[in-house]
């Protein structure tokens, strides 16, 4: 049975101290050797809560992998990355090949009066579920490696003045080709995109169909991540990037066809149709038909007759 104690890590200090690693040489950023990490307790399970972000790329990891919500063999390189406050679950037991890889920890103190600071929460991976990895090729891997260990030769160095402008950069520079790399992975991992489309359509199908749709309401982008069983930022980075609309403009765009279809081929009121689709009032059902079409409802059901 899974451990229920869920640890805290206010400090990059901490996280070595339970890592059996030795103290950091810079107590707000570190490069962790992953192969090196032997987590201090008897727990078959760790659970834990960092206030601190980690970039993790990790490689000999056994067995398949769930990426999304597919599994994968994937023999090469991965990559996850936890912001601070998000809890992390991971076994204890040790594997008969030892992982290898590396940890970068950042502190947000680190970053605080620096412009990442504000936009290191833009990059959408931050906010996918630690199994939503990005799968690296072996070059993709070389030119991720070079950046931290430039990151840790900076702060090996002597610190002065533009240390910490330095190291910002190369995070940023990391985290852009990171970018970069999900936007390849959404565009290569056709079939289990395309699944995840034939997935949407039947839950907007099954949602908007259900004689209880007044009460449920009208569905929200989490509504549907979840029932699709990924993050919401996870489905609408990956909706824009095969369709170029985001998931509340799928649920719209469903809402639209389901609209036009009972104008046309029902006698339903306005009213009612409103009520079918979920709306509390009829007005706000025809202000948003407008707003799509340019028509009223009952101009474009005049427009069939």
Same mark, same amino acid.
Request: proline share 0%; charged share 30%.
């Given at each position: 049975m899974a451990n229920s104690y869920i640890h805290t890590f206010d400090s990059i200090s901490q996280f070595h101290k339970m890592s059996g690693l030795p103290k950091p040489e810079h107590p707000?950023?570190?490069?962790?050797?992953?192969? =090196?990490?032997?987590?201090?307790?008897? @727990?078959?399970? %760790?659970?834990? +809560?960092?206030?601190?972000?980690?970039?993790?790329?990790?490689?000999?990891?056994?067995?398949?992998?769930?990426y999304g919500q597919q599994q994968y063999d994937f023999d090469e390189g991965l990559m996850a990355f936890v912001a601070p406050g998000q809890i992390v679950h991971l076994s204890t037991e040790k594997p008969e090949i030892r992982p290898s890889g590396y940890l970068l920890l950042i502190h947000p103190d680190f970053i605080w009066s620096t412009s990442l600071s504000k936009n290191i929460r833009q990059y959408d991976f931050f906010g996918y579920a630690v199994n939503e990895a =990005?799968?690296?090729?072996?070059?993709? @891997?070389?030119? %991720?490696?070079? +950046?931290?260990?430039n990151i840790q030769r900076e702060y090996h160095s002597t610190i002065d003045k533009f240390s910490q402008n330095i190291i910002v950069a190369q995070i940023e520079?990391?985290?852009?080709?990171?970018?970069?790399?999900?936007?390849?992975?959404?565009?290569?991992?056709?079939?289990?995109?395309?699944?995840?489309?034939?997935?949407?359509?039947r839950v907007l199908n099954e949602w908007y169909n259900d004689d209880n749709l007044i009460d449920k309401g009208l569905p929200t982008a989490h509504d549907i991540?979840?029932?699709?069983?990924?993050?919401?930022?996870y489905l609408g980075t990956l909706l824009k990037t095969l369709t170029g609309q985001n998931t509340q403009q799928h649920i719209?765009?469903?809402?639209?066809?389901?609209?036009?279809?009972?104008?046309?081929t029902t006698k339903l009121t306005v009213s009612e149709i409103a009520y079918?689709?979920?709306?509390?009032h009829s007005q706000s059902f025809s202000k948003f038909f407008k707003s799509k079409t340019n028509q009223s409802p009952l101009e474009f059901r005049a427009s069939f007759n």
């Open positions: 707000l950023v570190s490069l962790v050797d992953y192969g =090196l990490v032997d987590y201090q307790t008897d @727990e078959k399970e %760790i659970s834990w +809560i960092q206030n601190f972000y980690t970039i993790g790329l990790k490689r000999n990891i056994q067995g398949k992998f769930r =990005l799968f690296m090729s072996e070059k993709e @891997e070389m030119i %991720i490696e070079d +950046i931290l260990r520079l990391l985290l852009n080709y990171c970018e970069r790399f999900y936007q390849r992975q959404f565009i290569t991992r056709k079939k289990s995109s395309h699944q995840v489309l034939e997935k949407l359509e991540a979840s029932s699709l069983n990924v993050s919401t930022n719209h765009n469903k809402l639209m066809e389901k609209a036009k279809e009972k104008l046309s079918e689709l979920g709306f509390e």
